[in-house]
């Protein structure tokens, strides 16, 4: 199966800052089948992005996904408070899909 | 709008069983599948299989093959994971979600998930 790394482990930012997460597939992500979810503690995670950059229904435009082959990213432009949660990568291109093990993006 | 409701913390045994119930409104719930996923303690969050809520097919992934079943109640909008054997390893949260099919080649596909529930804690303790 395929493996996702994530880095860093934790992101420290302020508001208004630029964050960008990183997910490295062990093979190759077929047709870019990348998922992004966000997910605080207590609630249910909340997908982002599919098919790599994707936003889905609802997601504003400041958080963005790119990336091919082995190699994802997504960026959140200009950190609002609310943004500050864990992220989760997801491939779906091969079975069984596989998750990151997250990156925790916390308050500076 | 689209909600899924889990049910709320366990607490089982070692060998016991429990079963958490997943309710979705907002969408007709026929036409999606259901999938269950887990994430134990300092875990990566694991994919466990699907029921399809109109017909009741379901794929298990081969890790939980025989120790778990889904299954759904149409008329009440609810699916239903039921884990027996537990183990201390099982300990987790447990997670429903509204899954999309991807299509990879002409016999396979992938899923992602675009609504999930709250997660319900099971916690496996003698």
């Known amino acids: 199966e395929i493996v996702l790394t994530q880095s860093p482990d934790t992101l420290s930012l302020s508001p208004g800052e630029r964050a960008t997460l990183s997910c490295r597939a062990s093979?190759?992500?077929?047709?870019?089948?990348l998922a992004w979810y966000q997910h605080k503690p207590g609630q249910a995670p909340r997908l982002l992005i599919s098919?790599?950059?994707s936003r889905a229904t609802g997601i504003p435009d400041r958080f963005s996904g790119s990336g091919s082959g082995t190699d994802f990213t997504l960026t959140i432009s200009r950190l609002e408070p609310e943004d500050f949660a864990v992220y989760y990568c997801?491939?779906?291109?091969?079975?069984?899909?596989?998750f990151g093990q997250g990156t925790k993006l916390e308050i500076k | 709008q689209v909600q899924i409701v889990q049910s709320g913390a366990e607490v089982k045994k070692p060998g016991a069983s429990v079963k958490v119930s997943c309710k979705a409104s907002?969408?007709?719930?026929?036409?999606?599948?259901i999938h269950w996923v887990r994430q134990a303690p300092g875990q990566r969050l694991e994919w466990m299989g699907w029921?399809?809520?109109?017909?009741?097919?379901?794929e298990y992934s081969q890790k939980f093959q025989g120790r778990v079943t889904f299954t759904k109640d149409a008329s009440a909008s609810t699916a239903y994971m039921e884990l027996s054997s537990l183990r201390s390893e099982d300990t987790a949260i447990y997670y429903c979600?509204?899954?999309?099919?991807?299509?990879?080649?002409?016999?396979?596909?992938?899923?992602?998930?675009?609504?999930w529930g709250q997660g319900t804690l099971v916690t496996v303790s003698s």
């Open positions: 979600a509204r899954g999309y099919t991807a299509r990879i080649t002409s016999t396979t596909v992938g899923y992602y998930f675009d609504y």
């Open positions: 907002g969408y007709p719930f026929i036409s999606y599948a």
């Open positions: 029921i399809y809520a109109g017909n009741g097919n379901t």
């Open positions: 093979q190759s992500v077929t047709s870019s089948y």
């Open positions: 098919g790599a950059s």
């Open positions: 997801q491939q779906y291109g091969s079975s069984p899909g596989t």
